[in-house]
């Protein structure tokens, strides 16, 4: 593809940021459609800046010009220059109209960027993907997001073969054309960048919704998909419906034009897309039926049919005006999703498993090689800063501020920002401004968290002087240095609390300084914003156990010298969900840490102690019980150690759950499996999902203490599961134990879901999860099976990225096996789609702490890499970074 380039990259700054000289006022485009070639007329109503002087100059890639006319006249060859992915047109002023016609080869667009085909070509559907800078592969445009204009689009294409014509707007006529072919018109009302255009041309079947908003406008919803997979849009529509209301009531947010189409593809780089009125989904985020999804799959449909909707404000209506801005848009719509979420689910589950990931996904990235700030300061391909470090930091962010401002406040925020910024690419600092401005606040100072890679440490220190019945919480934070970012500032931490007596009671707090009002509440945010402060409570009565960060107030590191018994009247009694189970995390990481060392371990005595008495509870909620007895995952455990050695972190948490499992016993874990078995069925309630939950984390214990059983159990489970996640829990748990059942579950499994792409990506990833000294050979020979295709992301990611991800002790082999068979499988695949290339290599990431050998072994491949000459702009920036 285009934008492989073999001399170091240059970077795009934050810093050399200019409004555009020209810009679009009104886009008119027609579209012949064809499968290996398609034309593309464009008519571009340019506006020059009558400040700037700069010539036209357009963005294009991999473009074959085939005319090119201003204002109506044909340009002579001298006129314009196509070179570098620029085309440069002289003569063009201020009103001028530029008509090109280009051709484009979407059956040979590997990199789904653009416009590609997805599927066979005999069956497939034609279809694009603009964000970030895909719009320059269909024409020539500023591909900027601060350029925005109206768009009339025209498709054309054989009626039998495309017989559905989709693009974003309001549809505006359509009919027959000579030869069999046919057209149609979309116009949008609202002026929108380039990146949220999109079109689809296919066989498709729809299902359709009529929807009336709050104000009264009528909508049309339409989920469409291929015909064997129609079936399963109904959940993800109930889904767009409760997100259209809950966006309503809210944020007071409506949709905005008349229909609203939903289109499913197995063939896509990233989750979703928001096109303005044509949101364009890979399937595993948007089909689904129990028979072949699990739970968590449910869950994250909602999530993400949710998140894209939601995107039409905090994204469409109110746009980037670079990408450096890219959390204005992504950080804003999860932390938006995620309050949806909480809301249609259990609130502080979905805490939970927010934090579970920001620890699990983003913690290590603003730890390693590839730390950047939310807003980065530069880059040399936008696409590899679609990061956990932009999307699930950059929630926490908002999520801060959120806090700061409390519930009304954020509110009155949000409308001032929407409204200001309506139709307008806007910056963090309007976001920020608008926030702050509705409420009589300054936010600027957490700009200082957006500029700033890293997560900082925060230590807290408490003292009790009995004499005087006050307690002193001394905070301090430290941030680490990272790449290119040595030097570190103090930012505002905000830190919610409260404190509890030695017998589990909330105790009232009176914090010194503080107003009449808040006085005696049990529950207080206090903000550390330099780099230590103290804070005083007054007529507390006896040595208090603070529980800090309650709901992870701030997405950071707490260093707080708990003692085991402490963290454990926290997970018995803290009432704020989040909390209690993170006292439960805090303990297992302690017992962690002294089961390497070899230490006397209090805290798994506390830990086993303090989960066997919850396991006999009746009161706790199934669904967070499974969440307590889960220890911290390898990823995190390792990040607590200076040189780690991923087998020995696996090897060590299998430890832990081995004596959680003796310390609840094989007799209490098999009647509480047995009990919930009983109640196996395959319906999506909260108390059904919780059952099933509790039911894989029991049978997971067992399988630590008692493998053999615990194959038998699995084994009937598999066989008589009603439901996807009841039959992947189990065989996985076969899977993972290496149980001789596995073989004959595996066959099956692929016999029964041969046509179903996205159960055969479980097929695949269930797999990489075999016991680390047996994976590799797996890998290989699954690299090999006809179902397998380097050319389909979801497989890809299903094969190597589950191994190299979920399977550190799988990927991490002690000989650098796992790094070779990387490696080359990197380079093959970076000639077919650089994104996915690149996004897996991110699995490289936390290289530099490991043990010597390993060490050695992953920078021999690292630098192998680094030398190709012919690396996509994308691959090459990641590798290149592995090496700071
Ligand atoms: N804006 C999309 C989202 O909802 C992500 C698109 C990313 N695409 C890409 N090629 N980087 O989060
Ligand atoms: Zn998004």
Known sequence: MSNRNDTSSSLIRLSDYRAPAWRVAKIELAFDLGIDSTEVTSRLHLQRDPAQQEPLRLDGEGLALLSIALDGQPLSDQAWRYADNVLEVDGARDGSVLETRVRVQPAANTALEGLYLSGSREAGFLLTQCEAEGFRHITFFPDRPDVLASYTVTLRADRERFPVLLAGGNPDGSGELEGGRHWARFVDPHPRPSYLFALVAGRLQKIERDYTTGSGRAVTLVIWAEPDAIGQCGYAMDALERSMRWDEDTYGREYDLDVFHVVATHDFNMGAMENKGLNIFNA?????????????????????????????????????????????????????????????????????????????????????????????????????????????????LVRMVAGRLGRDGFRRGMDLYFSRNDGHAATLEDFLGALGEANGIDLMPYLAWYAQAGTPRLTARGHYNAAQRAYTLTLSQHTPPTPNQASKQALPIPVKLALFDREGQLLPLHLAGDDADASGATERVVVLDRAEQSFVFQQVPSAPVPSLLRGFS????????????????????DVDGFNRWEAGQQLAARAFDNLRDGDANLALDAWCEALAALFGDTGIDDALLADLLTPPGEIELAERERVVDPSHVHALRLKLQEHLALRIGREPLQQRYDALAARTNRKLDATSQAHRRLKRRVLDLIASIDPWGAHTLATLQYDNAPSMTDRLAALSVLVRGNAPQAHAALAHFRERYADNPLAMDKWFSVQTQLPGDMVLERVQSLAQDAAFTLKNPNRVNALYGAWARNNPDGFHRADGSGYRLLGVLLQQLDAINPQVAARLATAFNGWQRLEPARHAAAQAVIDTLAAQPHLSRNLGEIVRSMRH
């Open 284 to 396: 595993k985020y948007l089909l689904a039926d129990p028979d072949s999804s699990t739970d968590d799959e449910y869950r994250a449909v909602e999530a993400v049919v949710a998140h894209e909707y939601f995107h039409n404000w905090s994204g469409n209506r109110v746009t980037c005006r670079d990408w450096f801005q890219l959390s204005l848009k992504e950080g804003l719509t999860v932390f938006r999703e995620q309050q949806f979420s909480a809301d249609m689910n259990s609130a502080p589950l979905k805490r939970i498993e927010d934090v579970a990931l920001l620890r699990r996904a983003q913690f290590p990235e603003d730890a390693g090689p590839l730390a950047h700030p939310v807003r980065p300061a530069q880059y040399a391909e936008i696409n590899n800063f679609y990061t956990a470090t932009v999307y699930e930091k950059g929630s926490e």
């Open 554 to 573: 701030a997405p950071v590191i707490l260093e707080c010298d708990y003692s085991p018994d402490e963290l454990a009247l926290l997970l018995r009694h």
